[in-house]
């Protein structure tokens, strides 16, 4: 679930939630990722996505994101854990003082760390992958609602996949305590609607590595996974997920003590500056 630029018809969603410890750091950090589908014969040209991080400032950057074009199967077999017991080489970072643009497989990826500098960005970003039409004063409304968040605007062809590739992340938390999984849909081409319901197809997928025992349910993963990235996939999930039910727009928190102890108990956030976005 995401907010994109221009117009897409999205059919299904993975997300992925977790507490993981990161060798890279030596500290627990939070992983997410996602992976979505789209209709056949939607709309085709450049299109791109936001997704907010509760990270710490200036925390993220192009070592962040995990590609996971190696292994594309990964989001796809936790998904499946779940439904068994329910229903191009990449180019050189282009570093900016308030950005960083950089490819991560079918993505070239801009984070935004303030606002009103996509811009003097856009010359970075692939022609078939680049906007086209000037988002920066829908990005800056978005980004009003999250004070103080990290920002990566996810650009890509729709024409490269009807299902596109998987991709993670992970981070450094404001607050260790709560989990953030995006979940604001908007797919026109506007700003999310936070008093329309929305039709959600997404399944959502949780582990943390300090869980009391094995929790979920087993992983089997189909792909030859590269030890660098075995750190940040879990075992086992839980979670859940929905088959076209409506249901009110905004992302997903989790206690995260709720997650090492096997509940999911699942509380929606909304932008906290609500103005900028009804």
Request: charged share 20%.
């Amino acid at each position: 679930m995401s907010v994109f630029l221009e117009k897409i018809n999205i059919n299904h969603t993975i997300l992925y939630g977790g507490e993981h410890f990161a060798p890279t750091v030596g500290k627990m950090v939070h992983v997410g990722g996602i992976q979505f589908q789209m209709d056949a014969g939607c709309q085709e040209g450049p299109n791109a996505f936001l997704i907010p991080f509760p990270a710490k400032p200036l925390r993220m950057w192009d070592e962040n994101i995990i590609t996971l074009r190696s292994c594309p199967h990964v989001l796809l077999d936790m998904e499946q854990a779940l439904q068994d017991i329910q229903d191009s080489p990449p180019t050189q970072p282009v570093v900016h003082m308030k950005a960083n643009v950089f490819d991560a497989g079918m993505y070239t990826i801009v984070f935004l760390h303030s606002k009103n500098v996509l811009p003097e960005l856009l010359p970075f970003i692939p022609e078939a992958r680049r906007p086209k039409r000037d988002h920066h004063l829908l990005i800056d409304q978005f980004i009003k609602g999250y004070p103080g968040w990290t920002f990566a605007l996810y650009c890509f062809d729709t024409r490269d996949s009807v299902r596109a590739e998987p991709i993670m992340w992970w981070y450094e938390p404001t607050n260790p305590e709560l989990l953030f999984v995006p979940g604001l849909h908007a797919g026109d081409g506007t700003l999310p609607s936070l008093t329309q319901p929305v039709r959600t197809h997404h399944t959502i997928t949780l582990c943390s590595d300090l869980r009391n025992q094995k929790q979920g349910k087993e992983i089997h993963y189909r792909d030859q996974i590269p030890e660098e990235l075995l750190w940040m996939l879990p075992p086992d999930v839980i979670g859940g997920k929905n088959n076209g039910e409506y249901a009110q727009n905004g992302d997903f928190l989790y206690n995260i003590q709720d997650i090492r102890a096997g509940r999911v108990k699942q509380y929606l956030r909304w932008p906290t500056s609500m103005n900028a976005i009804l």
